[in-house]
């Protein structure tokens, strides 16, 4: 069984322990900080940021020039003072107190924010790796020097103590505290953002309305295209308009076209006129038309909740023309369940379920297996309409025409009931 007493120790035991020649004796300073690189699985200590006196410049000192030691630690010896440099930490490298000690992190494992209150190290002979942050009420306590009387005063009342709290590192995000690039903030972030991705879009939903203004801002700006589209889809309006009001414009193109149009055109709407403007000029002709079109129908229409990424294939195509057609958009259109059927004029035919296609012979015409008794919607209806249909029928997605019959757009299931929930709870019972 590993020694815990020889093997592991705390940031905590490390800062503010005198650093000395290890020659002379003579005192150079104290540690302020560790410099850990950051490689898998946990980050190794790489060297040490010594403060010399109340107003010295801090130095560091590579690990390599520390002699090794046993703990309990009393203090750091270094065999060679000239390798003492005032370089700042490489790109690979983290500050971790300044990075992470008493502040907030995102737990992967449980998507939720936490403060760190001490770092938990791992010693095997002169290697220390960085393997958990310390996020219970021990490590507050230990910071402050009452855990030791704590736990004695625990023990004698209830024989018992505060249980620690750890967190892996593997399982833990930084968060940023600035919106300026050049700052430390985001250079810290940008060393695990990649960390940040793995989560599921509601997660970090859940997350950004935890946090502050200008944390919510750095964590956006960090995310991938893909996951800041998601990420946006999920969030209220006026959660989303600072978020996009304050992100690079390069990037905005890029998110727009992943998002699902109704809810990029219902983002849009919500913005100044300036930005809006801004935005729809840096969109491609075809995007922008999209937007402009979706942005125009009024808000309780059935229009203005339809989205325009759907399916469509003519009468004549077959259903290997359709299989093809839905593996070439299933990793980018949500109603792929159905297939609909249009003449030259985009007047709706008929409809095709995802079921009878893959029931079909390959060279089988969609026009034989359509269902051209299609239950649809007018653009300019109400959208309770459109609900009271999905109720009915138990549709996946309902079309959506003009007065001439011309398809514009599909409402899909989820869209339908996002618009109905508010109205049950404000029918339900205080």
């Known amino acids: 069984m590993i020694d815990i007493d020889k093997h592991f120790l705390y940031i905590s035991d490390l800062i503010g322990k005198s650093v000395v020649n290890a020659g002379s004796g003579k005192g150079i300073g104290r540690v302020s900080d560790i410099i850990v690189t950051n ?15 109340l107003f010295g410049k801090p130095v560091l000192a590579p690990w390599d020039s520390i002699e090794p030691f046993e703990l309990p630690l009393r203090r750091l010896k270094i065999r060679d003072a000239a390798q003492l440099s005032d370089r700042g930490p490489a790109e690979n490298e983290i500050a971790v107190c300044d990075t992470f000690m008493d502040k907030q ?14 770092l938990h190290l791992l010693k095997e002979n002169h290697k220390i790796w960085l393997v958990h ?39 833990v995000q930084a968060l940023p505290t600035t919106t300026q690039p050049d700052q430390s903030g985001q250079l810290k972030l940008k060393v695990v953002h990649q960390k940040l991705n793995t989560l599921h879009p509601a997660d970090l939903s859940e997350i950004l309305k935890d946090l502050s203004y200008y944390e919510r801002i750095a964590l956006f700006r960090s995310l991938d295209i893909v996951s800041a589209a998601e990420t946006l889809e999920q969030l209220t309006p006026d959660s989303q308009k600072p978020l996009i009001e304050c992100i690079d414009k390069a990037k905005i193109p890029g998110i727009i076209a992943k998002m699902s149009p109704d809810k990029a055109a219902d983002m849009l709407a919500i913005l100044s006129q300036r930005r809006r403007t801004e935005i729809l000029k840096a969109l491609p002709d075809d995007l922008r038309e999209e937007m402009t079109r979706l942005s125009s129908h009024p808000e309780q229409t ?29 990793g980018t259109t949500e109603a792929i369940y159905y297939i609909y059927i249009v003449n030259p004029e985009n007047v709706l035919q008929g ?3 995802l079921r009878r296609i893959m029931q079909a012979a390959p060279e089988t015409a969609l026009s034989e297996i359509m269902n051209s008794k299609v239950k649809k919607i007018s653009e300019n209806a109400h959208k309770d309409n459109a609900i009271k249909l999905f109720i009915k029928y138990k ?36």
């Open 105 to 118: 992190i995102l737990d992967l494992d449980g998507a939720k924010v936490i403060r760190v209150n001490d």
């Open 133 to 171: 942050m310390d996020v219970g009420m021990r490590g507050f306590l230990r910071r402050l020097g009452w855990l030791k009387i704590i736990d004695t005063v625990t023990n004698w009342l209830v024989s018992m103590r505060i249980q620690p709290r750890f967190l892996s590192w593997k399982h």
């Open 351 to 353: 409809v095709v379920t």
């Open 302 to 330: 059935a229009g203005a909740i339809m989205t325009t990424d759907f399916i469509t294939q003519p009468p004549t195509a077959t259903v290997q023309q359709a299989l093809d057609i839905i593996k070439q958009a299933a």
């Open 39 to 53: 490689k898998a699985p946990y980050p190794e200590i790489s060297s040490v940021l010594v403060k010399p006196g």
């Open 395 to 430: 549709f996946g997605s309902a079309p959506v025409v003009d007065s001439h019959g011309k398809l514009k757009g599909v409402i899909l299931f989820k869209d339908a009931m996002t618009e109905l929930l508010p109205q049950m709870e404000i029918r339900l019972p205080r």
